[in-house]
């Protein structure tokens, strides 16, 4: 009986089993592989032989003599091709009657061996042949048959060549550094607004009054919305020319110019004599993330609110507490573990956060991250290496945290 | 008249942070309506906000007559209309004069209704330190309310109304969003018009149907047996399961992608539709499977030894009993499935380039760029995001109540 439970139940996880390995679990391997490997965009593509057929002569009679020309030549500028060749099917009618020395024809099947090609190889081979009466009868084309290609290339991919360069560029850069430190700062800071924020409306819709479904439904949007729409948007309205929030300020006299939220890097601010640059755009961005998911903690804690029971409160106010101390010294410590688990969950996929700050600045004005980067040096400087290297430093650090967290992290809260 | 003391001090506070809190707040509201421009006049709102508060924190709680109530009204009329010479909004009132009636109205009811709700029945005299928290708090609670509903409907607004309007109308005056009835609505639609003809938006609405709903139903196929055996079945790794299931939910795509990238690139899965109907299964299970658990564990198990008592197979028990009690947990999985497979981006921006297979997230991001103007950008994102607002607003509590209940338990 147990044993047929445990059959049952590898059975009924064998599906998740085997689509989380091929997509999530090999893909992280894969990436190791990848970020020891000099691996370009361009690479992807094997080098392979390019052949291109055509009919050269008029075929009208019985007789005519016409000549099938391949031109082939390498994709490849610089990978050599080992073993070389195709086959092709000449079409009924055509007898072959002078041929290229590199190829062989049994019946209507040609075969042609090229041997081993260099990189940026072009040629001609030319088969001669007569026409004949089945030919002008069945109107087929040459073309008609694909050649079949054969022949291999190192893949830089699969071969067992490794090297240290995509880590030793991407720590040598003095950029690097800097990009470590503006995920921290943003994963940090997005974290903690997004919890206060969520806190302060939990606190708001934890009593019941008139529109308070409506409320709620209202409060989550950020977070339902898809993230191009609402990125997007805050484009629009923190544009410096027509953006909406500019010219709000402007009004009310908030500010004098506009200001570039997502271009500009940091201006100077003067307090009381002491001068510090306070970083325009990632603000910014941290703000767009506080508010695009509040809504999930402000859930979260109001759900725990509401699990709350109200006799504690009841007593604390006897005893006359004040509404301050009754958050301070019942809600908070009823609230901790929520928060503990949120703060931990809202951390980690802040740090793994990609879209937000790609759609809205692009890593652009100081707000590139570590996984902006991987795109950045996958994708735009096409060094697929290099971005996997990147790939592993974000996941050793995540681990790193996940690891912290999970060591100094009370046990009965998860 | 009572004495005035702390309470007095602190019911003036709060009235002069809402006598510029609601002037901001609906000169805003007022210029984006009407499409006028005006500069606020803040200070007299909070002049004007201190004396309404002062008039009501002066009296005893129980001599707070309507005569009083209208005295504190007809503080802020004097105030408003005296200091700024007749132009409470900082706009002769003979300028769009009706938006501006109906703004002031909706000012002074404001300021007065706020500062007699945070004053309530409290003294203007010496508070003990209860009732002056108390005070505190019902001001922070009103302003928490305001603020957080303007930072909510602002973008939105904003995103709706751009999407209305043209261009040029926009850069000349960012802060006009009034919409003129008269133009007919094939004009004030135009840009969604043009999506949906030109830009090839239908497309793009069907590709994100059909990728959503397969993304939901793979899901549900892998996690609900994958759910049932963590939560019911003994076994090797069970637990260990259960807990860690959902460390495959904290990897990021951003890893995955360049290996996904290369081998769908090679084996002719990247540029297609099911290449995305792999990849988002393969994120949602774990979450998935994991929220179903909780819930399955919730469910008394002696409903379902009754059934194998009574001759039913797991399957039987599985298909007759759980799946049944556990609609509104897969209604609520289903729900947060099809968000997230609805509103992702990295590997649909990533893996299409064939506009016949674009997605929405994929097709709107194709429309930022200088040539398409915005108005079109912010139709795409309206189009985007109405269908899953909308089953969104439509299934709420569902996936309240399952988001909760699943996995917060303590």
């Known amino acids: 009986m147990a044993k047929r439970e445990m059959k049952l139940a590898y059975v009924m996880l064998l599906p998740t089993f085997a689509i989380v390995l091929a997509i999530v679990m090999g893909p992280l391997l894969a990436n190791f592989w990848i970020s020891f490997k000099p691996v370009q965009l361009g690479d992807l593509r094997p080098a392979s032989l390019i052949t291109n057929e055509r009919l050269r002569g008029d075929a009208e009679n019985a007789g005519d003599a016409v000549a099938i020309e391949y031109r082939i030549r390498n994709s490849s500028r610089d990978d050599t091709i080992a073993g070389a060749g195709f086959t092709d099917t000449l079409p009924e009618g055509l007898t072959p009657t002078a041929l290229d020395e590199r190829c062989t024809v049994s019946g209507q099947f040609l075969t042609c061996e090229l041997g081993d090609i260099e990189g940026g190889f072009r040629d001609r081979i030319r088969i001669e042949a007569t026409v004949e009466p089945s030919y002008l009868e069945n109107a087929l084309n040459p073309r008609d048959s694909r050649p079949v290609i054969t022949g291999t290339a190192d893949n830089v991919l699969t071969n067992f060549e490794f090297s240290l360069e995509n880590f030793r560029r991407v720590f040598s850069s003095s950029e690097f550094w800097h990009v470590l430190r503006v995920s921290m700062y943003y994963t940090i800071f997005g974290t903690a607004g997004a919890l206060v924020l969520g806190l302060f409306a939990a606190q708001l819709l934890n009593t019941t009054f008139a529109g308070r479904g409506f409320l709620r439904g209202l409060f989550l949007f950020p977070y339902v919305a898809p993230v191009i729409a609402v990125a997007f948007t805050w484009v629009v309205l923190l544009d410096p020319f027509s953006g909406t929030l500019n010219s709000i300020l402007q009004q009310i006299g908030f500010i004098d110019s506009p200001v570039n939220f997502f271009g500009e890097r940091a201006v100077t601010i003067n307090l009381f004599g002491l001068q510090f640059d306070f970083p325009v755009a990632l603000s910014t961005v941290i703000a767009f993330e506080a508010w695009r998911y509040f ?5 979260f804690i109001l759900a725990r609110m509401q699990s709350i029971s109200s006799e504690m409160y009841e007593a604390a106010e006897i005893d006359g507490a004040t509404p301050l101390q009754q958050f301070w010294y019942l809600s908070l410590p009823q609230l901790a573990g929520i928060l503990a688990v949120l703060f931990l969950l809202r951390f980690i996929w802040t740090f793994n956060k990609f879209d937000d700050i790609f759609l809205l600045t692009g890593g652009a004005a100081g707000t590139r991250t570590l996984t902006v980067d991987v795109y950045e040096q996958a994708f735009a400087v096409s060094n697929l290496g290099a ?9 050793i650090v995540l681990l790193t945290f996940s690891l912290l967290f999970f060591t100094f992290s009370p046990k009965d809260e998860a | 008249m009572t004495r005035p003391g702390i309470g007095f001090i602190a019911a003036v506070v709060s009235g002069g942070i809402w006598g510029a809190c609601w002037m901001i707040v609906i000169s805003v509201i007022f210029m984006l309506v009407s499409g006028a421009i005006t500069r606020p006049p803040v200070g007299i709102a909070l002049l004007a906000g201190v004396a309404s508060a002062a008039v009501l924190a002066a009296t005893m709680p129980s001599q707070r007559t309507p005569g009083i109530q209208i005295a504190s009204i007809a503080a802020i009329i004097v105030l408003l209309g005296g200091l700024t010479l007749g132009a409470p909004l900082g706009l002769p009132l003979s300028q769009v004069p009706l938006y501006q009636l109906v703004a002031i109205a909706i000012l002074i009811v404001l300021i007065w209704i706020s500062n007699r709700l945070v004053i309530g029945d409290l003294s203007g005299g010496s508070l003990p330190r209860y009732q002056l928290e108390l005070m505190f708090i019902r001001m922070m609670k009103g302003l928490g309310f305001v603020v957080f509903t303007v930072i909510v409907a602002l973008p939105f607004y904003v995103m709706v109304m751009t999407s209305l309007k043209s261009q040029q109308s926009l850069l000349a005056n960012p802060l006009d969003f009034s919409i003129d009835l008269s133009q007919g609505a094939e004009s004030l639609f135009r840009s969604y018009i043009e999506l949906f003809t030109q830009f090839r938006f239908g497309t793009f609405l069907i590709n994100s149907a059909i990728v959503s709903v397969a993304t939901v139903i793979i899901t549900l196929a892998f996690s609900i047996p994958g759910a049932y055996a963590v939560s019911r079945l003994r076994f090797p790794g069970q637990a260990f399961l259960s807990r860690s299931i959902l460390l495959i939910y904290m990897v990021p795509a951003i890893v995955l992608v360049i290996p996904l990238y290369a081998v769908f690139s090679q084996i002719g899965l990247r540029n297609t539709l ?27 198990a002696e409903l379902e030894e009754a059934g194998l008592m009574d001759g039913l197979t797991r399957v039987g028990v599985i298909l007759k009993i759980t799946l049944p009690l556990s609609l509104p947990a897969l209604a609520s999985v289903a729900l947060y499935v099809f968000m997230i497979a609805w509103n992702e981006f990295l590997f649909a921006f990533m893996f299409l380039d064939n506009i016949d297979i674009f997605t929405l997230s994929r097709g709107v991001v194709s429309l930022n760029s200088s040539e398409v103007p915005r108005q079109h950008l912010m139709a795409g994102a309206v189009v985007a995001t109405v269908p899953v607002l909308f089953i969104f607003l439509w299934f709420e509590r569902f996936l309240v109540s399952g988001l909760t209940a699943g996995s917060v338990k303590g």
Do not use: E, H, N
């Open chain 1, 295 to 299: 809504p999930l903690s402000f859930l």
């Open chain 1, 387 to 395: 971005g996997a290297a990147v790939a592993v430093v974000v996941f």
């Open chain 2, 274 to 300: 099911t290449g995305l109907m792999v990849v988002y299964p393969a994120t949602t299970i774990p979450v998935a499977l994991y929220m179903l658990q909780g819930y399955f564990r919730g469910l008394p």
